[in-house]
């Protein structure tokens, strides 16, 4: 029986990946991104800024005759600086999309949702808030996390967040240019910010192949019941274990590993 799928923020090299994935699934595929008309003709695109509440309105109308067996969001940006120079509307700039866009996600799409259908949020491991300098993209995950985690007590809904660990895209080179009038204004850190740089552009080809986290993502959108939380990667199942571990050994290990990695010539 075909089923209905929409992903939102489809332009991300994950969410393009997964959509190659799914349509070997037998489902109906909707997509939405802020650069409407890159997909095949197969899918069904349109224009969606999460930011935008206006676009949320049209699109609610659109898909008032619409409903839904899975709701994905990939939609994220990841704002860097240390929490001493952080500035208040970059921080906002953050939650807007990352926290903001998911809670309009379920104000205006989750009710489409079928009886059984389930809504997914790709997290990241930074939802461990172990990462210094990215505290922003830590908070915004983490909180994104127990917003979606809330609704699905609230209302009976299933939810599902994926939390992968670095994943080679192009979204590390899109941070370092988001984040690059950030780090020029920033008078201190100077290793710690050339190495930040120096560390996305390593992750943006060596880290995580995308395929097997979308072949991962499609798997378990497939599943008819999946557990509410996946960490994908090495370095994710890593983050997870810190929640066990006392804050003050964890931020030991992580200043440790920071000044070891920043120094190394």
């Not at 619409?66 to 906002?92: C, H, Q, R, W, Y």
């Not at 808030?129 to 809904?157: H, Q, R, W």
């Not at 201190?188 to 995308?210: D, G, I, M, Q, R």
């Amino acid at each position: 029986m075909e089923k209905n799928i929409l992903l939102i923020g489809a332009n991300s090299e994950l969410a393009q990946n997964t959509i190659k994935e799914l349509k070997n699934k037998n489902y109906t595929i909707y997509s939405t991104s802020r650069n409407a008309g890159i997909m095949e003709k197969s899918v069904h695109e349109f224009h969606l800024d999460v930011t935008c509440e206006e676009d949320f309105i049209h699109l609610k109308e659109r898909f008032k005759n619409l409903t839904f067996d899975t709701i994905i969001n990939f939609t994220g940006i990841a704002i860097s600086a240390p929490v001493s120079e952080l500035n208040e509307n970059e921080l906002k700039k953050q939650f807007d999309v990352n926290l903001y866009g998911l809670l309009k996600i379920i104000k205006y799409f989750a009710p489409n949702l079928s009886p059984k259908g389930k809504l997914v949020n790709v997290s990241s491991m930074a939802s461990y808030g172990i990462f210094p300098f990215l505290s922003p993209y830590c908070m915004s995950k983490a909180s994104a996390d127990i917003l979606l985690n809330a609704y699905a007590t609230e209302n009976n809904v299933k939810v599902v967040s994926i939390r992968p660990g670095a994943v080679a895209t192009k979204f590390w080179e899109t941070s370092i240019e988001l984040n690059k009038n950030t780090f020029e204004n920033i008078q201190s850190f100077e290793k710690e910010k050339k190495f930040l740089v120096e560390n996305a552009n390593k992750n943006s080809l060596h880290a995580t192949n995308p395929i097997y986290v979308s072949k991962k993502i499609a798997q378990i959108v497939d599943l008819k019941n999946p557990k509410a939380v996946y960490n994908i990667g090495l370095d994710a199942k890593f983050a997870k274990l810190t929640r066990f571990l006392p804050q003050d050994f964890v931020n030991s290990i992580v200043k440790l590993a920071l000044k070891t990695r920043v120094n190394k010539k």
